[in-house]
């Protein structure tokens, strides 16, 4: 049974950093792309980043505002998401998805999803 786990969620402070973690278990995600999304009441799901589970390459949305970094070590199934620099617009529920289509940045490209993790921005 595939299985995502964000974490790392919680209250920053306007100016500071974010490093989510999505931990994979329960299959084999090699081939397969992990993604981080993020939605906030009313709107759709946004694309941040992808990255390719066995070869580490990587494909960002192309609003360099919501540019953040992607990196994964699969020894330790783990993907992570990270960004200096945090503004109020950042709040979010952020989100960690697993699908084979490479470079996707539609929330649809992804057949599994975790649960999320909210993430509030403020001074």
């Known amino acids: 049974q595939v299985k995502l786990v964000e974490s790392g969620g919680g209250w920053v402070q306007t100016g500071g950093s974010l490093r989510l973690s999505c931990a994979a278990s329960?299959?084999?995600?090699?081939?397969?792309?992990i993604g981080w999304f993020r939605q906030v009441p009313g709107n759709e799901r946004q694309f941040l980043a992808t990255i390719n589970w066995n070869t580490g390459d990587t494909y960002y949305t192309v609003s360099p505002e919501d540019r953040f970094a992607i990196t994964r070590d699969i020894n330790k199934n783990t993907v992570w998401l990270q960004r200096n620099n945090l503004s109020p617009e950042d709040t979010a529920v952020y989100y960690c998805a697993a699908g084979r289509n490479a470079y996707s940045d539609y929330a649809s490209g992804y057949a599994y999803w975790g649960q999320g993790t909210q993430v509030i921005v403020s001074s």
């Open positions: 329960g299959w084999d995600f090699s081939g397969h792309w």
